[in-house]
């Protein structure tokens, strides 16, 4: 049986959690999170390893940390083997970057799915958290280097995938060759094993009463400055370009060659220093998360 990890790239706030927990709502899937995190903790919660089964005597993260970074995915198939799907929503550019290089010559295939939320929304959760400042850089900086480093992938808009869950996940199995059920996207009806990502979409696991997808809107003191940043992304050559990366690519349009994604993205594309420089940044931010220091 063909073994499959999907990797789920997007910025902060993606909804790459929801649509890894999507996709893992499956028997022979098996939904990781943001699966970095057990290696390259950012934040003192990540030097937990509980797992968010809720069963306090689940082990299996402990077990497989034991087998280091390049052998994660290895390891997972090898202690479930009836698995076919593993997906990891670790949108860090350096994992993704090392994963495809550990896993060149495996018997695993890696398929990669871009996940993006519209700049104006990017813009809006930025702001409601208090650091609207650098949005725009940020939102750029990261889909020009996933385009550097992700030799061929398919998006998905996340306001696409909200507002029509079954048909924009039937597109994305066929795709991935998955099989699709009704009511997949409702992955809350299953136990899954994640260790870290959205708390809003994990929570929803253990939340009571009626559960929903979420729909994003954007909240009313926000108007203030929308028309503001609307006319700034309208205007904006490099945003607009990613943009159109981006809608050529996604799931429901028709599939591009390799050579063809390659000679549209090239000139968005940036030195890849640039993913060593953050690499670095991330291990010292680990040693320091590691050492209490912050």
Same mark, same amino acid.
Request: proline share 3%; aromatic share 12%; hydrophobic share 35%.
């Given at each position: 049986?063909?073994?499959? @990890? ?21 028997? $022979? ?10 290696? =390259? *903790? ?8 509980? #797992? $968010? #089964?809720?069963?306090?005597?689940? +082990? ?20 479930? !083997? ?13 994992? @993704? %970057?090392?994963? /495809?290089?550990? &896993?060149? $010559? ?6 990669? /799915? ?10 809006? +959760?930025?702001?409601? %958290? ?19 480093? @992700?030799?061929?992938? %398919? ?7 909200? +507002? ?21 996207? #409702? ?10 990502? +959205? ?8 939340? &009571? ?18 028309? %503001? ?15 159109? @990366? ?5 799931? &429901?349009? *028709? ?11 090239? !000139?968005?594309?940036? $030195? *890849? ?7 670095? =940044? ?13």
């Amino acid at each position: 049986m063909k073994k499959i @990890v999907i990797m789920i790239g997007g910025t902060g706030r993606s909804g790459s959690t929801m649509l890894d927990l999507m996709l893992g709502n499956a028997n $022979n899937a098996f939904s990781c999170g943001e699966l970095y995190g057990l290696f =390259r *903790p950012q934040k003192r919660s990540e030097l937990s390893l509980r #797992c $968010n #089964c809720n069963n306090p005597e689940c +082990s299996i993260w402990h077990v497989i940390k034991y087998y280091g970074e390049a052998n994660v995915y290895k390891a997972l198939f090898e202690k479930i !083997p009836d698995l076919k799907f593993i997906i990891d929503s670790s949108k860090s550019l350096a994992w @993704v %970057r090392d994963q /495809i290089k550990y &896993n060149k $010559n495996s018997f695993i295939e890696l398929k990669h /799915i871009l996940i993006w939320k519209e700049p104006l929304n990017f813009a809006h +959760s930025r702001w409601k %958290r208090g650091a609207l400042k650098g949005w725009r850089k940020s939102w750029a900086n990261y889909h020009r280097g996933y385009f550097t480093i @992700v030799p061929f992938f %398919r998006s998905i808009k996340l306001e696409d995938l909200t +507002s029509s869950p079954s048909y924009k996940l039937k597109s994305l199995c066929k795709y991935l060759q998955m099989e699709y059920f009704p009511g997949k996207e #409702c992955y809350w009806k299953k136990k899954h094993h994640i260790i870290f990502g +959205s708390k809003t979409a994990i929570d929803l696991l253990y939340k &009571n009463g009626e559960k929903r997808i979420y729909q994003y809107t954007r909240n009313g003191e926000f108007q203030g400055i929308e028309s %503001r940043l609307k006319e700034i992304i309208d205007n904006d050559e490099e945003i607009q370009k990613i943009l159109q @990366v981006l809608k050529i690519t996604d799931i &429901n349009q *028709p599939l591009l060659s390799r050579e063809e994604l390659q000679h549209i993205i090239m !000139p968005l594309q940036i $030195n *890849p220093l640039w993913i060593d420089f953050e690499k670095i =940044r991330q291990c010292l931010k680990t040693f320091a998360v590691k050492c209490r220091i912050i």
